[in-house]
């Protein structure tokens, strides 16, 4: 698929690419507000989305800590009234008159962390705290990015943007506009947490769950593996249907991405070829070294369509929008999309193939070495 915006999908028949995996709940989805038991004491939930790409997929897991019974929620959804209506129907009716023992989240995208505090602050009591688990960067960059210091607006962000071709002018306003975007979907971010990281194993229920971290898409994205029963929570690492977004941001404006997410996914190969795929977005999956295999051969096919662009002239990512994409995009999707051009431009730079110059009008521009 083309490579797109992380909220920028639209509905379309399954491409034989998708037909390659297989979907062992066949269409099934949980309604609003209720459950679909996966294994024993694995329960997906739905949350919905107000962008393109409209849903986020939450796991409930059963658990125990110090003799007491209840479950452990991996991802939030936004902070929003119809999220937090969702979840309080999950309370009623799902959780079987149990608490909320913990909090894990995936990475600090607003999907994943809008509710945690809400969820830590519901479920939290004097003798136990309901405590988010999260990498230790991406909970330094929660918290940067609700104070507005960093994230997908502002006036450093439409500097960035411009930098980089992106030149209309209520484009540009809008997105100034947009300094408090991430804040308005994570209100706060708890502000203690347990570190997850590469390797460390949780204990749930009594069984274990490796962290694999992952690079390229957050700052230190964790995976869950629970490996007795070959189970992987993907977060957006893997995807069964659109690509991962890769993006360059203001904060890093001349980071390498793209290289981090491959060799990312690559690891991954190392799991077993029947892991049953629990993603962030879209369906439960096996095929999980076909899709990464998929993923791999995209970029390399964006990449070349890339090169082949800026050897017939110089471009800038506004440029590259048409040739990655190849559709109308809104405001939300342009911004994910030009932090994904700049990435794959910044791929073939730092590995020699192009050379980049900034022009008299502050916008760099990318031509074949």
Known sequence: MSARPPHGNQPRPPSAEELALAYPLGEALPAPGQV??????VRWLRMGLPFALDHINLWLLADEQNGRRGWTVVDCGIDNAA???????????????????????????????????????????????????????????????????????GSDAAAFFAS?????????????ARRGYYASLVPAVPPQHARLHEGLVLRIDGRAWRCIAGYGHA???????????????????????????????EAEPEANPLPMFLDSIERLRGLPADTLVLPSHGRPFQ????????????????????????????????????VLFGRALDLHQTTFAMGEAVAHLHALWREGRLRRERGADGVWRFAAA
């Open 36 to 41: 679909i038991e996966l294994r024993p004491g």
């Open 83 to 153: 999220t937090r209506a969702n979840w309080e129907q999950v309370f009623a009716s799902a959780l079987e008159g149990l608490p909320v023992l913990r909090v894990v989240v995936t990475h600090m995208h607003p999907d994943h962390i809008g509710l945690a505090h809400w969820l830590c602050t519901r479920f939290s009591t004097p003798q136990q705290e309901c405590r988010l688990w999260i990498s230790a960067t991406d909970w330094h960059v929660a918290r940067l990015a609700v104070l507005g210091s960093q994230g997908q607006g």
């Open 164 to 176: 980089h071709g992106l030149v209309d002018a209520d484009s540009l306003d809008q997105v100034r």
């Open 219 to 249: 700052p230190e994205h964790i995976a869950l593996f629970r490996e007795d029963d070959a189970l992987l929570i993907s977060g957006d690492m893997v995807l069964p249907r659109i690509s991962t977004n890769v993006s360059v941001y």
């Open 287 to 322: 095929g999980l070294h076909t899709r990464i295999g998929q993923l791999q051969r995209h970029h390399a096919a964006r990449l070349a369509d890339v090169h082949e662009a800026c050897r017939a002239a110089p471009r800038s990512a506004a440029e590259m929008l048409p």
